[in-house]
């Protein structure tokens, strides 16, 4: 009974239908980025929002087709053909569990936030550029050119119509999906404008046939199963998978957020793999969540997996019965839904960011963007990722210091204040000069700490220069971990068990 209090069951259908409409232009867009069959968009849309709606780790998030794995794979798709789409899918899957089954989910905390920016911007111009063929025609002999006259203005005026449909409804009511109601008054006016001999695409001109869709099959991929097969594949399904990834647990961390809950990441990789598995054994183009999606659903009231259980189900309704109104969509109409969620990706605050943040945020934003359109997402973000760790290092390192004082014996006191790790040794060794320091030297750590076996090695480096020279060397506030590494620790550490810092060196001589 205390279930039935805390779930409003009509909230969470309705917001489930809500997001079921919504899915379906947007689906058959991603195929249409992808080409491939709307029926595969549609079918990946129903099995992942399925799967992770039972096994996900975030109750409420959506899942299903999107133009992040769309653009990974494109290349694919035109250079060896669906099967090893399908295939692919399938891998990516498996990566995506075993990621999950290692605890790698949390790492997704890692990822700085320039780099988000620069990965979402970027995406927002992949997807944006996919859409530019259709404003091309193909003659007889194959060759295409730029639409012109009244075939372009025509196209224009009905993506604008359907962008401003989508822009500007909610503003009057929100009692309909404003998709919705773009995608039913642009495939009317297309209809009427194709009965006066236009000749306007549609989704079925795009598939090449009348659409039929019935319930997902099981369905083998048709590849050869052989060393070659894996090595076309690999590469794809790795990228496929990170990016996959990171997008759910951005998405999963959004919700996190809006809601004041906590998901499980690792349970959300999973999850996923699971769902792109079944997505590829049953003609599907896979998946991951979907931020726009998930946040239709949690403003509508859904938070729990009836929600985005329902809505799966309402898509697979609407693909077994009204897949022939489907095909009717003009393909302008799935350029304007595309472009709206161009519109929507890109973040365009970081274009006021531009002034108001470090330099540096600044590079990693317009690397990884500009990384994102040339090569992939993928590529995008580890190198986004690289060269922040590299920067803070830098800073880092030349945070070190020290201040120095002498005792009344004449002893030098050295010390540190900074981390001591690989990026600071070089500074680490110019503070101290053995040539002209006293007959004995204490280097006090209190202010410090060993990072790694850089700082071990640097600070050996040092205590074998003084002496070299005669001069004793004191060694004060160390860890034990620091003790255990350093060569001559009885000669030159003073131990106080007091005092002495509790802290472990990432150092593979200690695992």
Request: aromatic share 8%.
């Amino acid at each position: 009974m205390l279930l039935s209090k805390e779930i409003n069951y009509k909230t969470e259908i309705l917001s489930g239908l809500t997001v079921a409409i919504a899915l379906v232009p947007e689906a058959i867009a991603f195929s249409f980025v992808l080409g491939v069959d709307p029926l595969i968009g549609l079918y990946s849309a129903f099995i992942m929002g399925l799967v992770t709606s039972i096994l996900g780790g975030r109750p409420g998030m959506i899942s299903g087709a999107t133009g992040a794995i769309a653009v990974v794979l494109v290349a694919l798709v035109a250079d060896h053909g669906v099967e090893y789409l399908f295939a692919t899918i399938v891998l990516m899957g498996i990566f995506q569990i075993l990621a999950g089954v290692l605890r790698l989910g949390k790492f997704s905390r890692m990822i700085p936030h320039p780099v988000m920016l620069g990965f979402v911007n970027g995406l927002a111009i992949v997807i944006f550029k996919a859409q530019l063929g259709q404003f091309k025609v193909i003659d007889s002999l194959g060759n295409s050119s730029w639409m012109t006259g009244s075939e372009l203005f025509i196209m224009a005026g009905l993506i604008a119509l359907t962008m401003g449909i989508i822009r500007f409804l909610p503003k009057l009511t929100k009692v309909v999906p404003s998709t919705l109601v773009a995608i039913v008054v642009t495939t009317l006016i297309s209809l009427k404008l194709n009965s006066m001999g236009f000749g306007l695409r549609t989704v079925t001109d795009f598939a090449g046939r009348e659409l039929s869709g019935g319930l997902p099959k099981f369905h083998l991929p048709m590849v050869p199963l052989n060393l070659e097969t894996f090595k076309i594949i690999l590469p794809y399904a790795m990228i496929a998978s990170f990016v996959g990834l990171v997008e759910s647990l951005l998405t999963l961390s959004l919700i996190d957020e809006l809601t004041d809950t906590r998901g499980r990441s690792n349970k959300e990789c999973i999850g996923q793999g699971i769902a792109n598995i079944c997505s590829g054994f049953t003609g599907g183009m896979g998946g991951c969540a979907m931020i726009g999606q998930s946040m239709i659903n949690v403003s509508s009231g859904g938070k729990t997996r009836i929600s985005s259980g329902f809505a799966a189900l309402s898509l697979i309704i609407f693909i077994m019965f009204g897949s022939s109104l489907i095909g009717l969509i003009p393909l302008a109409a799935l350029v304007g839904v595309m472009f709206m969620v161009v519109i929507g990706t890109f973040e365009w605050e970081s274009l006021n960011l531009l002034n108001k943040i470090p330099k540096k945020d600044i590079l990693v934003i317009i690397v990884v963007t500009i990384i994102t359109v040339q090569v992939d997402l993928a590529v995008a973000v580890i190198a986004g990722i690289i060269i922040s760790a590299l920067i803070f290092a830098w800073e880092k390192g030349r945070s070190i210091g020290a201040s120095v004082t002498s005792t009344e014996k004449g002893i030098k006191v050295y010390t540190l204040d900074g981390p001591l790790f690989f990026g600071s040794v070089a500074l680490f060794k110019e503070l101290f000069t053995p040539q002209e320091d006293p007959q004995e030297v204490y280097i006090d750590f209190i202010n410090s700490k060993i990072m790694d076996h850089s700082a071990i090695e640097a600070i050996n480096s040092i205590t074998e220069k003084y002496k070299a020279l005669d001069k004793k060397i004191h060694l004060r506030h160390l860890s034990a971990d620091c003790i255990l590494l350093l060569d001559n620790a009885q000669e030159v550490v003073e131990i106080n068990v007091l005092e002495d810092p509790k802290y472990h060196v990432a150092d593979d001589q200690l695992a």
